[in-house]
């Protein structure tokens, strides 16, 4: 079992930046590729980004790249989210999750998620 516990969510104007944190306790974290989903009140979970083990590789939308970065650090056991030049479309829950082998933008192929942190971004 891998337990993940998101933080640093809240409200920002749009324009600000936030970054979320991903706390990972259970199991080996270098073994799992980390995405960042988020789901709005009525839509989808949909994908944000992900990252492979050892941090080489990103992946994001179009939505949020070149504003959005994902990181980990394998020795704290944690995966970021920075966020950058937020828009109110921005705001919904965002979910950490944890999956062994390549990183995917699919949410079934992740087997661990955190409970997620709100993000509110007021126009």
């Known amino acids: 079992q891998v337990q993940l516990v998101e933080s640093g969510g809240g409200l920002v104007q749009a324009g600000g930046s936030l970054r979320l944190s991903c706390a990972a306790s259970?199991?080996?974290?270098?073994?799992?590729?980390m995405g960042w989903f988020r789901q709005a009140p009525g839509k989808e979970r949909e994908f944000v980004a992900a990252?492979?083990?050892?941090?080489?590789?990103?992946y994001y939308p179009n939505s949020v790249k070149g504003r959005f970065t994902i990181s980990r650090d394998n020795a704290k056991n944690t995966v970021y989210l920075q966020m950058n030049s937020l828009k109110p479309e921005d705001t919904a829950v965002y979910y950490c999750?944890?999956?062994?082998?390549?990183?995917?933008?699919?949410?079934?192929?992740?087997?661990?998620w955190g409970q997620g942190t709100q993000v509110t971004v007021s126009s």
């Open positions: 990252i492979n083990w050892s941090g080489d590789n990103t």
């Open positions: 999750a944890a999956k062994l082998g390549s990183a995917s933008y699919y949410v079934p192929r992740y087997d661990y």
């Open positions: 259970g199991r080996t974290f270098s073994d799992y590729a």
